[in-house]
Structure formats: C-alpha cells, structure tokens
C-alpha cells in the first residue's frame, strides 16, 4: 500500500512533458464551443480544430458528432486496435447544466475490440462539462503512444500537456487519488478536477471500462462512475493512456451561455419538485438507485439467474433492494454525480473490508452497486451474497473491467462448467459452479492480470465459444443457444424469453445487447402495452430514438421516466404514458432554453433519427449492420433445456396449446421444445421485418435510400455505401 501511495514519488526521473499546447479558453454560447481539441499521440500533435457548421446542423452535437468524426477517421478495414481508431469524448448543447438533474453525461466514441465496430458509451462524472467549459465540445484522441501518458487539460489557464509516466499502476483507486493531489491545489480545488482512468484488466480483456470522477466534499474521497460496454477501456489503455485529467473552475448557472434562462428554470423546477415530492413512493433512485430493479426483476421472472435459465431464484431475497438499503450510506449529497442533479443515484457503500486481491484487508468505499452488477454477479451467477457483489464490484471497477461484461461471461462459462465443456483441467484448477464466489473472485483477478484461464475469460463469450469448439471440441449450436451475446457484446441483466419486443431491443440494437438503447420488458411483458407487431415496432422505433436524444445532447436518462408526474398516468394511457409527455415538453424547453431553437416533440426526434441511422451505416461500413447481425441466441428468446421448459412448464404448455394449437398430451418436453423454438424464432422474424419497415430499412436492415435522403445524410460516402447492398 505504502508503496502504490508514492508511486508518482519513485518515477519522477521517468516522467518527462511530451508535448504541451496553449489555446484560448474557450467561450460557451448557446451550450456550444464549435471547437474540438484533437490529439496524436504516435506523432505527439495537439490541435485546436473547428466543427464545421453541416455537422452540427446535421448532427446536434454529442454522440452524434462522435460518431460521425470516428467514420471520417478510420476505413472499413480498421481495427480496434490500429492507430488511426480513435477515442472520442463527447459533451452536447444541454451537457453542464445546472438548474436540471442529469445534465453532466459524458459520451465516448470508439471502435470495439468486442464488435469490430463503432461503440458508444454514457458515463456520469464532471469530465464532459469541464471539457465543455474548458472551450470544447469534443476530444479526439488518435495515435498510440510508446509508454504511458497522462494527459492535462487545464481550462482556466488555457493549456493542454501530454506527460510521459512510465511505470506507474494503472489501477483506478489508488491512481485516482493521487492524481487529485498532485492536480490540485489545495482541498477546495479538488472539486475542479475530473479524471478518465482505467486499470490492468482494460490492458489484459476485451472487457475494458473507463472510470470517470468527481470529488465527493462531504466524503473528501474521489468518487467513479463508468462507461462500461464494449471495451472502451481496453481502447484507451492500448493508446497508452494512463489517465486524462481535466481542470475547471468556475462553473455556475450561467456557463452554459443559454439563450433563454428561464426555460431552463421553469422545467428544472418542474422535475426537482416531483423528484423530492414522490422518488420515494415511485423508485426509491435517491435511497438505492438502480439495483431497486431487484425486486421487481425477481417478481416478474426478468431477474437472470444461472446464465439466463430462469427467471428467478428463492434466493433472491439476499440480495434484494432493503439489503442495499442498508449497505449504502443515506442522504449523502455527493450521490449526485453532477451539480444540481436532485435523483442522487451515484449512492456508494464506505468502509467495505476486502477480503482478497492486491488491496486485501483494505477499507474502500465501493461506488455502487448498480442493478445490473447485482444481477449479474449475484442472480446470473448465482452468488447471492451482498459482500461478494460488493467485492466483485470493487474490483471490477478498480481493474477497469465492465461488470456486465465480466458477470454475464462467468455465467456462461459456469453453464460450459456444469455441462463438461469445461472442467478443472482446462481451467487451471478453477471450481466454476453456479455460487462459487471463492472461484469466482479468483477468476476476476486472473482476468485482471490476463493469467490462467482469465485469459481465456478475458476475451468475451463470442471469442471463447470459437476457442472451445476449435480447440475442444464443443458444440457449436448447443454454445451458440446459451452464449449471451450479440454482435459480440454480452447481454446486460434482464430475462426476455416473453418479452418479444426486449429481443428485439437487444437484437436490433446498433451496438449490441445493451438496455440503455431500448428498455420495453416493463411496457411489453408486465404491463402489456404494445401486444400487436405494429404497436412493438412503433416503440422499436420510437424510444430507441428517443434514448439517443440524450446522448446528442448531454443528458442522463434517469430523470426521464425513473421518475414521472403524479397523474402521468391518469392523464395518457398505453405508450403516450410511457412517453412521459411532461418530461418530453421538459427536453424542449432546455433545448430551446439554452440553444434558442424551438424544437417539437417530432424534432427532437428527428435529430435523433439521423444519428441512429449513421450509427446503424457505420456497422455496414464495417462488415456488420445486416439482418444476420440482429439475431439473438435462442436463450433470449425461449428454454434451450428440458431443465428450463419444466421450470415453466404449466405455461410453455399452455402457451402451445392456446397460441399455435399444439397438442401437448404425450408429447415429449423435447418434442414440445421445438414446437415452441419453431414459432418463437418466427416471431423474431417478424418482428424484425416490422420494425426494419417502420424505421424505412430493407427487408435485410439496410436504411433505403429514400430515408438517407430524408434525413439529409446523403452524403457520397453514405450512398455508395447503400447502393452496394441494394438489391
């Protein structure tokens, strides 16, 4: 420990300035810089580069810019891994202000290790505003540097340095506190600082997350939050980059510039006074946060458990939402992970003992957890134990390693485990049962230092069931059923054997199985809002969009419909309800609040439209973005064993019998299984062919012409790109 506390004591002599740059800070009018800070660090290149005026017409800002800057940047042919891939941090119009909760997102751009093409990922923390502030709407990061660098952004005094540090331990918790020492002037200052950092697991896996801070006053500790899908760490740390770090002071309610204050006051206002008056009845987001999901997931058989077999577990309640409760310290003001955010979700658990690993016997404060970590490690594989969770957590995020990533491939591998796939020998020793949290943690630590099996463990579930039919001779469909993956992403938390449209939420998904993209299992299996083909399809279309929208712009979801009017639901009904129609007017006002653009509900969609559909022509350009691409393993969509259909018998059973008039008596649960497989995956086909006619794609997922034209990114490069898979 000792040691890792002076590690920037006994390098000095390594650490020598690359490169530094002097700009002007730059100004903020109407939530925009239209500069962008672009960084070589193969040829150690700082430049100021302006955003030209059609992208921002076109594009909004945010993600979208991000997006469309990393397609100019890299050919079809670039691997995650080239120089020329580049890492994009992103801000938006609306990202930094203050007067409404959830407005400090950050947005990061890149190609993935675990997809072969473009990522994207949201992240709170103070780093895009101060970057925003600083006189940026955009970092891009290209090039590789020859040892580890930190990168310094200091936006009161206008300069940019790039640090050589060779030799220092990556791992994000300790290197988080030492950098805001060394950053900071004094205690008060250290609220000015926001750090992106990592850890060895981002170098050693596919699974790589970025850490981004705050500083919690009240705490006086550095508090994270992550950008956690598809292997965004693992880009950073392969460009050599140990940390950005980013200094600002003087945010206020007027930095953003806004061309008209009061619509900000009056719609962050509105939603502060439902936060405070009704989260408690509603969610529970300023007690628990997310993991508040727990109960309702287990209730509704939604909660993953043993690799996505069932639904839920009599166990479950070990981990349930009062536990948390308990774990997480209350009424901390540092759970807002932006100024001004009333939802304080960022809730965090102090003084957690470790039990293993290099910080054993260590008091740390673990920043979580989220709902999708506790189902993961607990529910999915099978560990219901808080403290387990708690340390799988800690661990995840101080390696930089995504917890969905690394839970949902050790509940896999658990399964191959339980089949024989694998066996001891093949895993150096490991015991990987559904509930061994001793082999479990082992296997995190292994990943981490990319030893051992971990190594293997480390490369994601669509590289691992390629090694074990090649290598051992698996069966190829029987890996493909249970392996929950998607474009090479694995599934987050969430059973979706009767939610048909949340398959196509993960299936269709631009990225890969991620729920930030589409989330309708409530709408679609509980509360059956969107029962025909078309009514799934119009949500297909309508809030993928809309969940875009907050990543042009800056925005965190949350605030969104994690909270919503009183009489939300007496007022509109089916999904005009689920909409949430005030917060919709909300997002209006703060657009034309700060930018002076009125925009319509039909607008704001539109921006959106455009980028979704870039997004959807970058995974074309790549080699990807067909039909082929959208199907789901069949576990996603219904029971890959005998042990899973008997489960549910009763209603698998009744299902055969009343929707497709299988007549079940005498019937074996093998035969009974493909008469279900044979209509599940049918209706998967047609939803998608629903949902690709109403977003204007072909019958093979392929935007038309006609909608690249409507949506005015009909650039040369877009249509000859198009015309090729034209039929």
Known sequence: MEENLSMFEGSKENQKILTSFKFEPGKVEKGYTDRRLYINLSENKIEEKFIDLQVKETFTGGRGYGIWYLWD?????????????????????????????GTGKTHVVSLSPETSTVNDNNVGGYFAPFLKFSGWDLLEIQGKAKEDVIIFIDGNKGKVIIEEVPGINSDTYLLIEKLTEKYADDEKDKRNLSIVSSGRGAENTNLGILNVTWYDVRRRKVRIKQAGRGGTGSVFRDKKILAIVTKYTGVNAGSNNAAYPELLKKAGQRLTKEILGLDHIQNGMRETGTV???????????????????????????????????????????????????????????????????????????????????????????????????????????????????????????????????????????????????????????????????????????QIKKILVEKYGADAKFLQDIGMECKGMEFSEYVTKESLAQQGGY?????????????????????????????????????????????????????????????????????????????????????????????????????????????????????????????????????????????????????????????????????????????????????????????????????????????????????????????
């Open 507 to 727: 299936g269709i998904a631009n990225k890969g199985p991620q729920h930030d993209e589409s989330w309708l299992i409530f709408m679609d299996q509980v509360n059956n809002q969107i029962p025909t083909f078309k009514n799934k399809a119009e949500a297909l279309h309508y809030f993928p969009l809309f969940r875009t929208w907050f990543s042009i712009v800056g925005l965190c979801k949350l605030p969104w419909n994690d909270i919503e009017p009183e009489d939300n639901k007496q007022k509109y009904h089916g999904m005009k309800a689920a909409k949430v129609p005030e917060h919709v007017e909300n997002y209006c006002w703060l657009f034309e609040g700060v930018t002076g653009k009125h925009l319509t509900p039909e607008e704001l969609i539109l921006q959106s439209e455009r980028v979704h559909n870039l997004q959807r022509l970058f995974n074309l350009k790549m080699g990807f973005g067909t039909r082929e691409h959208d199907i789901v393993p069949y576990r996603a969509v219904g029971p890959v064993t005998a042990e899973e259909y008997e489960s549910r018998k009763e209603l698998y059973d009744q299902q055969l019998k009343e929707i497709i008039e299988f007549d079940v008596k005498d019937k074996t649960t093998e035969e009974k299984m493909k008469a279900l497989r044979d209509y599940r995956e049918e209706q998967y086909q047609k939803l998608c062919d629903a949902v690709y006619k109403r977003r204007g794609w072909d019958s093979n997922g392929v935007p038309t012409l006609e909608i690249i034209k409507k949506l005015k990114i009909d650039f040369s490069e877009v249509v000859e790109l198009v015309k090729k898979y034209q039929s």
């Open 73 to 101: 940047a890299v050919s079809s042919k670039t691997k995650w891994n080239d120089p020329e891939n580049e890492i994009i941090f992103c801000t938006g119009p609306i990202c930094g202000v203050t007067q409404y909760s």
């Open 292 to 462: 508040n999901l727990l109960d309702h997931m287990q209730n509704y058989n939604c909660l993953p458990v043993h690799n996505y077999k069932f639904g839920s577990h009599p166990d479950a309640f070990k981990i349930e939402n009062k536990v948390w409760h308990q774990r997480v310290t209350q009424n901390q003001a540092g759970d807002s992970c932006w100024m001004g955010c009333a939802m304080r979700c960022a809730h965090a658990v102090d003084d957690f003992e470790l039990t293993t690993g290099p910080l054993k016997g260590e008091k740390v404060l673990v920043d979580g957890p989220e709902y999708e970590t506790a189902a993961g490690f607990g529910g999915n594989c099978g560990c219901f134990d808080p403290d387990f969770i708690l340390e799988a957590n800690f661990y995840c995020d101080n390696y930089g390693m995504d917890t969905i990533g690394v839970s949902t491939t050790m509940a896999f591998l658990m399964e191959c485990y339980e089949n024989n796939i694998i066996n001891k020998e093949i895993t150096g020793g490991l015991e990987l049962d559904f509930g061994n949290t001793e082999a479990a943690l082992e296997l995190i630590h292994q990943m981490a230092e990319g030893k051992g099996f971990g190594k293997i463990a480390g490369l994601g579930i669509r």
